[in-house]
Nanobody, 122 residues
Framework: QVQLVESGGGLAQAGGSLRLSCAAS????????MAWFRQAPGRGRVFVAA????????RYADSVKGRFTVSRDDAKNTVYLQMNSLKPADTAVYYC???????????????WGQGTQVTISS
């Protein structure tokens, strides 16, 4: 079992930066790959970025490559999403997830945070 709590969302201008954090409870955090998803108004939840156990591998959606960076600190049971060069299209609720990163892609388990709102103004 793992419980996830996101923070760091807010309002930013286009071109700006935000850093999201996701704090996890439980002793098994390091055994999970971690990912970020986002859900814009009226749309489904979509994959943004993932990092595997040990932080040796990352994966990004094409829409955020080169702008977003996912990282983790297992000593703090926390995963981060550094978001740079933000665009209005990045406006969404951002969720973190615990799962598995495979060669075929990221597989989310049923561990989700409550989400944090990111709003980017033009």
């Amino acid at each position: 079992q793992v419980q996830l709590v996101e923070s760091g969302g807010g309002l930013a201008q286009a071109g700006g930066s935000l850093r999201l954090s996701c704090a996890a409870s439980g002793r098994t955090f390091s055994s999970y790959a971690m990912a970020w998803f986002r859900q814009a108004p009226g749309r489904g939840r979509v994959f943004v970025a993932a990092i595997n156990q040990g932080a040796g591998s990352t994966r990004y959606a094409d829409s955020v490559k080169g702008r977003f960076t996912v990282s983790r600190d297992d000593a703090k049971n926390t995963v981060y999403l550094q978001m740079n060069s933000l665009k209005p299209a990045d406006t969404a609720v951002y969720y973190c997830n615990a799962g598995d990163l495979r060669s075929t892609g990221y597989v989310p388990y049923d561990y989700w945070g409550q989400g944090t709102q990111v709003t980017i103004s033009s």
